[in-house]
């Protein structure tokens, strides 16, 4: 079985871009979860899609948006990107409603904004 | 309001257990506590997670009080390759977990 897969792993952006991170969910899973760890942080809910409709949000602004395909696989979007959007972006994949030990983490996207 | 409160950071000499505290006071009834650890800031990994009795498994043992308001997470016998920042986290609302700031562990050769 195939785990969580993110791309890019590093990327540079000038703040007011747009920028758009992708994650493969492993094999079975239907849901995906995005976290933002700023340095020295823990990670922070921003939001979860299933069967491609959002879930649940944290305490995050709307140019913060995703997308979720038929596949499972999900997209982070976030418009207008400003410094303090630099930060490990971390997605998870799992099963609607389970536990957290269900769920599988990627090694991450940890974007620059300049 | 903070979900869960660690200590910043601990020192652990190599070989001597390790026991990580966590204060998670507003923790549902039904809700379990997870143990997890970040290396480098790599995706986190899974280590132990419980309810109310301690729990076991070949990383880690868990005691959680009675109260389910706290918990300690220990490595009995730490190694250099267990340094790494420790979370404790519980499930929030609209089907979020709270990581919280962890401790970050440096075992000492």
Sequence with gaps: ETGVTQSPTHLIKTRGQQVTLRCSSQSGHNTVSWYQQALGQGPQFIFQYYREEENGR????????????????????????????????????????????????????????? | DAKTTQP???????????????????????????????????????????????????????????DRKSSTLILPHATLRDTAVYYCIVRGPGNQFYFGTGTSLTVIP
Excluded at chain 2, 47 to 66: D, P, Q, R, V, Y
């Design chain 1, 58 to 114: 944290g305490n995050f602004p709307p140019r913060f948006s995703g997308l979720q395909f038929p596949n499972y696989s999900s997209e982070l979007n976030v418009n207008a990107l400003e410094l303090d959007d630099s930060a490990l972006y971390l997605c998870a994949s799992s099963l609607a409603g389970g536990p957290l030990y269900g769920y599988t983490f990627g090694s991450g996207t940890r974007l620059t904004v300049v």
């Design chain 2, 8 to 66: 910043p950071s601990m020192d652990c000499a190599e070989g001597r257990a390790a026991n990580l505290p966590c204060n998670h006071s507003t923790i549902s009834g039904n809700e379990y506590v997870y143990w997890y650890r970040q290396i480098h800031s790599q995706g986190p990994q899974y280590i132990i997670h419980g309810l109310k009795n301690n729990e076991t498994n070949e990383m880690a043992s868990l005691i959680i009080t009675e």
